[in-house]
C-alpha cells in the first residue's frame, strides 16, 4: 500500500518506525547497516528528536528492502 508523505515529522517518524519493524530490523542491527555509531542515532529518528533528509530517509528505505516511490501531481 502507498502512504502518501506530507510535510508531517510525526508522520515521516511513524513511517520509518514502520520500515524498521516490517523489515524485522532492531535499531542496533539498522544502525550497523546504516553505519551509524550506535542505535541511539537510529532511535532519534523514530521518535521525531530528529528529521531525516531526504538521501536519509532513501537509505533507511534501501536497508530496510523498502522502496519509494515519487509521484508527481498532473
Do not use: M, W
Request: hydrophobic share 40%; charged share 25%; proline share 4%.
Amino acid at each position: 500500500a502507498l502512504t502518501p508523505i506530507v510535510n508531517d515529522e510525526r508522520a515521516i517518524s511513524r513511517l520509518l518506525e514502520t520500515l524498521f519493524d516490517k523489515a524485522g530490523l532492531t535499531y542496533a542491527e539498522a544502525a550497523r547497516r546504516l553505519h551509524l555509531a550506535d542505535s541511539n542515532s537510529v532511535r532519534q529518528y523514530t521518535h521525531g528528536r530528529r528529521s531525516p533528509s531526504l538521501k536519509q530517509f532513501l537509505r533507511f528505505a534501501h536497508v530496510c528492502g523498502a522502496k519509494v516511490l515519487v509521484e508527481f501531481p498532473r
